[in-house]
């Protein structure tokens, strides 16, 4: 029952976070601008502070991208988008990244720039390997890496030291590094229809 509890607080714990910061107050929207068109963002890029393009068709994100210096958080889930410009690693005020369902099967070295992320959904793409250097998003809560092609989780997600609830069902992984004990916050961890036969000693922790 505790790990049926656990799956159920992934789901929903994250996007209440999303939610939250979508409609913090009154004050903060008529102060802020979440825009939900690319073009017009760039039009007012001191004023934005949310970019949704939500199912809009985009199959990249451009160099335009790195314009948007205020943007604390974007979603751009469910469309075709295969490449990110490095100009992403500007936005340095980005807290809450959505690119769930999409083409990617890589990130460029410069979103590991981005230290104030809180939540990243990567989520249904087609990532294969993600042997990054996790450990420089020291605040990174929330991550969902489901539904992709991972084959190993890279040592240095051992270093996730304020991760809590991580999703990486529905992927070919095998093996789980050593160290995972180390994740003394961790609250909720999704590892269903990977190939995992041996949990690492420690886990349990």
């Known amino acids: 029952m505790r790990l049926n509890i656990s799956y159920i607080l992934f789901l929903f714990v994250?996007?209440?976070?999303?939610?939250?910061?979508?409609?913090?107050?009154?004050?903060?929207?008529?102060?802020?601008?979440?825009?939900?068109?690319?073009?017009?963002?760039?039009?007012?890029?001191?004023?934005v502070v949310g970019l949704n393009l939500r199912q809009q068709g985009y199959k990249e994100i451009s160099a335009s991208i790195g314009e948007l210096k205020k943007l604390k958080f974007i979603n751009a889930m469910k469309n075709n988008i295969a490449s990110i410009d490095p100009a992403i690693g500007e936005l340095t005020s980005l807290r809450i990244v959505n690119f769930r369902q999409n083409q990617l099967a890589e990130l460029p070295s410069s979103f590991f720039k981005l230290r104030k992320i809180g939540e990243l959904d990567l989520s249904r793409n087609r990532f294969t390997q993600i042997d990054y250097p996790w450990q420089?998003?020291?605040?990174?809560?929330?991550?969902?890496?489901?539904?992709?092609?991972?084959?190993?989780?890279?040592?240095?997600?051992?270093?996730?030291?304020?991760?809590?609830?991580?999703?990486?069902?529905?992927n070919e992984i095998t093996t789980l590094p050593t160290g995972l004990d180390r994740l003394k916050h961790l609250k909720a961890m999704n590892l269903s229809s990977n190939k995992i036969s041996v949990l690492p000693e420690g886990l349990l922790k």
């Open 136 to 170: 420089k998003l020291r605040i990174l809560q929330f991550l969902n890496l489901s539904t992709n092609k991972i084959d190993a989780l890279p040592l240095q997600m051992t270093k996730l030291k304020k991760l809590s609830h991580v999703d990486f069902s529905s």
């Open 14 to 47: 994250p996007f209440t976070l999303f939610a939250q910061q979508e409609s913090l107050s009154d004050a903060w929207l008529r102060k802020s601008y979440i825009c939900y068109d690319f073009n017009l963002a760039l039009s007012n890029p001191d004023t």
